[in-house]
């Protein structure tokens, strides 16, 4: 999407130290690879953008990535119902939006799930580069909040 | 061979019907030293798992996900049979779905990693190691290096 992203970061409302859920459906983990509690590694299969389309069947004008605002999320017995079956693990939105902010986070709330937000490129593009996924995907391997069976 | 060293694609492929990046990695089998007709003990149960990916439906993941593609199913087993015939000895890779219809295949290891992104008409390769800080995104077809020989000189 050249000249600019349809989205806007929310600098105010989703402070740097604010924890970002992501999703983590168990096909998209490791299994060959289990840390020292017996946790897959999170592949950059997980990060990847809903493309243009598969974002506007969701709601959202431009393609990004889907986060929960831990903050505002309901409890997360709720959310391990709700997203029964996959994972769930954190990162805090400095480390999404990277040293030089290239990356944006926008609360965008769904029927579905009230606390939802995107992670979108500031420049408009229209995925991660990979090496910025292999990064983000290391993070979550390093916290899960709810580690998916497999 | 080193890590360095810019692959260099000298032998004719006889199959004239297959695809550049298909051509791309016979050319990287038939350079690699010591390549024989040795599969992996991992190649049949691998297989088996890239083949599994077509029971996924639309929707798989987050409701949106595309169905893996015949194309890429087909291709990807062709990767991983070239892939297994020329290092024997590599580790099973890990197999993964992408959102849109990819098969991914992938070495990893704390210091290097490599994957393969094989789609319905496309190959793209990604790899970096962090020691000797090399890094590359794209089609299988242009990467500067030899991904077989990055595969084939580290441990996994």
Redesign the interface.
């Known amino acids: 999407m050249p000249g600019g992203s349809p989205y806007e970061d929310d600098l105010v409302g989703i402070l740097p130290t604010a924890r970002l859920l992501r999703?983590i459906?168990p096909?998209?983990?490791?299994?060959?690879?289990l840390d020292a509690e017996g946790n897959p590694?999170v592949?950059?299969?997980a990060v990847?953008f809903?493309?243009e389309e598969?974002a506007a069947?969701?709601g959202c004008p431009g393609p990004a990535l889907?986060v929960i605002v831990e903050s505002l999320a309901d409890p997360l017995e709720v959310l391990r119902g709700r997203y029964a079956g996959d994972g769930l693990a954190s990162i805090t939105a400095d480390v999404i939006r990277g040293e030089a902010s290239e990356r944006g986070i926008q609360l965008w709330p769904t029927p579905w799930e009230p606390a939802h937000a995107v992670v979108f490129r500031t420049d408009g593009g229209r995925d991660l580069?990979?090496?910025v996924k292999?990064r983000l995907a290391e993070h979550l391997s390093k916290n899960w909040v709810t580690p998916p069976r497999r | 061979m080193t890590l360095a060293e810019p692959a260099v694609f000298s032998v004719a492929s006889p199959a004239s019907s297959l695809d550049e990046s298909e051509l791309t990695l016979q050319r990287m089998h038939f350079a690699l030293p010591g390549s024989l007709a040795v599969s992996s003990s991992w190649l049949h149960a691998v297989d088996v798992e890239v083949k599994e990916l077509l029971l996924?439906s639309e929707g798989?993941?987050?409701?949106?996900?595309?169905p893996v593609s015949a194309e890429a199913v087909d291709r990807a087993r062709r990767l991983l049979a070239e892939i297994g015939a020329a290092l024997p000895a590599l580790p099973?890779p890990?197999v993964?779905?992408?959102?849109?219809g990819c098969v991914?295949l992938?070495w990893?290891s704390s210091e290097r990693?490599i994957?393969f992104t094989v789609g319905r008409d496309s190959i793209e390769v990604?790899y970096?190691d962090d020691k000797q800080d090399v890094?590359w995104?794209g089609p299988l077809t242009r990467s500067p290096l030899d991904p077989l020989a990055f595969l084939s000189v580290h441990s996994w």
């Open positions: 999703r459906n096909r998209f983990c490791d299994w060959n690879t590694r592949t950059r299969q990847q809903y493309t598969m069947r969701v889907s580069p990979k090496s292999q | 996924l798989w993941d987050g409701a949106v996900a595309y099973r890990t993964t779905p992408s959102i849109d991914v992938e990893h990693h994957d990604f970096e890094g995104d």
